[in-house]
T-cell receptor, first 113, second 115 residues
Framework: KAGVTQTPRYLIKTRGQQVTLSCSPI?????VSWYQQTPGQGLQFLFE???????NKGNFPGRFSGRQFSNSRSEMNVSTLELGDSALYLC????????????FGEGSWLTVV | GENVEQHPSTLSVQEGDSAVIKCTYS??????FPWYKQELGKGPQLIID?????GEKKDQRIAVTLNKTAKHFSLHITETQPEDSAVYFC??????????????FGQGTTLQVKP
């Protein structure tokens, strides 16, 4: 059974640009959540989607947004990138026979220059 | 607000010794407590979890204990091996209506197992 798949794995963007990251959850999982990981702030919750609806949101500015498609795949978008947005962005999924157990992908490494 | 404190931030042990990492949570509604292991360049890997209706859970060399009254939970690794070296994160979540995907993480513990 495939795990949580995130693309791209690595990317470099320039300040002011925008970026879109993609996540395919484990088959059968309907909940997808996103986290930001930085050395200074650790792992912080961004938002969660379930059945194409945002169910939960963390304390991040409106530049961070996401969506979920009918096949449970999800994307997150960051607009007007800032240097401080450089981080590992992690996607996690849960649901199905796994219940509430949350599994993470390998992450997308974003560097803003 | 919701908060999880994790100690120690670094832990160095000799191969074969035991390692213990402790976490304290603030939200009394928390009822799910997973532990993740993160190796360099990889995403967090779930190693064990416990729910609030259970006080202890074991899986081979790994065990987790939960004290709901004190809002403490701990990870115990016995017979440590060099491949246990990684960063370990505790987390807490409240599975109240609509809150299943949100984990509050501790700051992480860097475990070094010396051969």
């Amino acid at each position: 059974k495939a795990g949580v798949t995130q693309t791209p794995r690595y990317l470099i963007k320039t300040r002011g640009q925008q970026v879109t990251l993609s996540c395919s959850p484990i088959s059968g999982h309907r909940s997808v959540s996103w986290y930001q990981q930085t050395p200074g702030q650790g792992l912080q919750f961004l938002f969660e989607y379930f059945s194409e609806t945002q169910r939960n949101k963390g304390n991040f500015p409106g530049r961070f947004s996401g969506r979920q498609f009918s096949n449970s795949r999800s994307e997150m978008n960051v607009s007007t990138l800032e240097l401080g947005d450089s981080a590992l962005y992690l996607c996690a999924s849960s649901g199905g026979t796994a219940g509430n157990t949350i599994y993470f992908g390998e992450g997308s490494w974003l560097t803003v220059v | 607000g919701e908060n999880v404190e994790q100690h120690p931030s670094t832990l160095s042990v000799q191969e074969g010794d035991s390692a213990v990492i402790k976490c304290t949570y603030s939200d009394s509604a928390s009822n799910y407590f997973p532990w993740y292991k993160q190796e360099l360049g990889k995403g967090p890997q779930l190693i064990i979890d416990i729910r609030s209706n259970v006080g202890e859970k074991k899986d081979q060399r790994i065990a987790v204990t939960l004290n709901k009254t004190a809002k403490h939970f701990s990870l115990h690794i016995t017979e440590t091996q060099p491949e246990d070296s990684a960063v370990y994160f505790c987390a807490a979540s409240s599975f109240l209506s609509g809150n299943t995907g949100k984990l509050i993480f501790g700051q992480g513990t860097t475990l070094q197992v010396k051969p």
